[in-house]
Each structure stands twice: as structure tokens, then as C-alpha cells.
């Protein structure tokens, strides 16, 4: 199970740091991503971690203002945002991956997380 956390109404400019918590399986094992739903549009990658934390992507619409990282200990894949954007607004979701790098198509996601909303309006 995957349950993400710290979405939250900001105003452009800001940050927010989301948790992806996951239960019934280490995160040291597999790689994970960032996914964004928004209203009307289709789910986007945003950003994927491989399994060893070394590799990492990120949708060319964050680069630069998101970072995302894995605490082994903690079972919890963050996703640092900064210099938030309305067009940042949406649904995010994390997802565990069949494969060991860090691919951000969502066809290779097979356990999905609910959500948590991020709203970013002044």
C-alpha cells in the first residue's frame, strides 16, 4: 500500500514537501515516481527514482524546482516542491515500479497510491 500526504492550498511561489508512506514493502527495493492528475488533463509523470536512489528523473515542466528522494529507513519517498506554479495544481500520486531504473511512463507502475490535492492559488 502507498498513502501520500502534505498536499495542501499555497500561493504561487511557494513549497511543499510530499510524503509517499509505503506499507508491505521496502522502498530500498523498488523504484518509485511522482504522478500529477489534474482537472481535465491526462496524468503526467513528474519525476521516478530508481532502486538504488541513483537515477533520477523529472518531467522538463519541474526541472529545476522539484527534487525527490528516498529515506530507506523511513519507508518514504518525498517530493520536495519549490517555487510553486498554478499550472503545478492537481492531484499527485506516487507509484511503485516493475522496473529497477528510473522510467517515468505509467504503463510500468503496478501499485498506485490514492492521492493527496495540491492547490496552488493566491
Known amino acids: 500500500q502507498l498513502v501520500e500526504s502534505g498536499g495542501d492550498l499555497v500561493q504561487p511561489g511557494g513549497s511543499l514537501r510530499l510524503s509517499c508512506a509505503a506499507s508491505g514493502f521496502t522502498v530500498e527495493k523498488y523504484a518509485i515516481g511522482w504522478f500529477r492528475q489534474a482537472p481535465g488533463k491526462e496524468r503526467e509523470a513528474i519525476s521516478a527514482i530508481s532502486v538504488s536512489g541513483r537515477s533520477i528523473n523529472y518531467a522538463d515542466s519541474v526541472k529545476g524546482r522539484f527534487t525527490i528522494s528516498k529515506d530507506n529507513e523511513k519507508n518514504i519517498v518525498y517530493l520536495q516542491m519549490n517555487s510553486l506554479k498554478p499550472d503545478d495544481t492537481g492531484v499527485y500520486l506516487c507509484?511503485?515500479?516493475?522496473?529497477?531504473?528510473?522510467?517515468?511512463?505509467?504503463?510500468?507502475?503496478?501499485?498506485w497510491g490514492q492521492g493527496t490535492q495540491v492547490t496552488v492559488s493566491s
Open positions: 507509484a511503485r515500479s516493475q522496473l529497477t531504473t528510473a522510467a517515468m511512463p505509467a504503463r510500468w507502475y503496478d501499485l
